[in-house]
């Protein structure tokens, strides 16, 4: 199966500083990627699409100057939590939209665990 | 709009009890029905996905059927090594992202 990677599997900052989370496919390309926030015991909610060369889509409520959305090639986008704070602190998920011979499949990286202190 | 509803919650089985787990869903017009697999701390593994009335996939231990209505995740004589959250996702004709259900807890106890 394809294959997803997150770098970093887990961070810990203060509160205020920035973090950036990378997504990549690595053996396929993908045009979609998509980025999900999980709380403990609860099941994935999408923050936001993410598409090769152009601005992301957000779903509603997600502030989009705080997670920025950068999908700057067909296998990495990556997410930064600009201003962390506590309330920030999850576990960050992203998948990678594979439409090679004519499925629509998503994969998942392993995700990142954020802790801000 | 989407709506996907899991059910149980938890399920408990002892090693070789088989049993099923479902998923109920509302979407306007499906494109496909997933069903993941995820262990605590890490990030969900594709299993299936199917996408009309009547169409049935197998791997190992795992069956999942679907209906207009519903999909069930079959398992046989399942072994400690399935439990994990079993996830399902469906996905609207026109759309490109995944609506989750809240997932069943499967613990196979030996």
């Known amino acids: 199966g394809a294959v997803v990677s997150q770098h970093p599997s887990w961070v810990i900052c203060k509160s205020g500083t920035s973090v950036k989370i990378e997504c990549r496919s690595l053996d396929f390309q993908a045009t979609t990627m998509f980025w999900y926030r999980q709380f403990p015991k609860q099941s994935l909610m999408l923050m936001a699409t993410s598409n090769e060369g152009s601005k992301a889509t957000y779903e509603q409520g997600v502030e989009k100057d705080k997670f920025l959305i950068n999908h700057a090639s067909l296998t990495l986008s990556t997410l930064t939590v600009t201003s962390a704070h506590p309330e920030d602190s999850s576990f960050y998920i992203c998948s990678a939209r594979d439409l090679a011979g004519g499925a629509d499949t998503q994969y998942f990286g392993p995700g990142t665990r954020l802790t801000v202190l | 709009e989407d709506q996907v509803t899991q059910s149980p919650e938890a399920l408990r089985l002892q090693e070789g009890e088989s049993s099923s787990l479902n998923c109920s869903y509302t979407?306007?017009?499906?494109?496909?029905l997933f069903w993941y697999r995820q262990d605590p701390g890490k990030g969900p593994e594709f299993l299936f996905t199917?996408?009309?009335a009547g169409e049935e996939k197998e791997k190992e231990r795992l069956k999942a059927t679907l209906t207009k209505k519903e999909s069930f995740l079959h398992i046989t004589a399942p072994k400690p090594e399935d439990s994990a959250t079993y996830l399902c996702?469906?996905?609207?004709?026109?759309?490109?992202?995944?609506?989750f259900g809240t997932g069943t807890r499967l613990t196979v106890i030996p």
């Open positions: 199917l996408y009309s």
């Open positions: 996702a469906v996905q609207a004709a026109g759309a490109n992202n995944l609506f």
């Open positions: 979407v306007s017009g499906l494109r496909g």
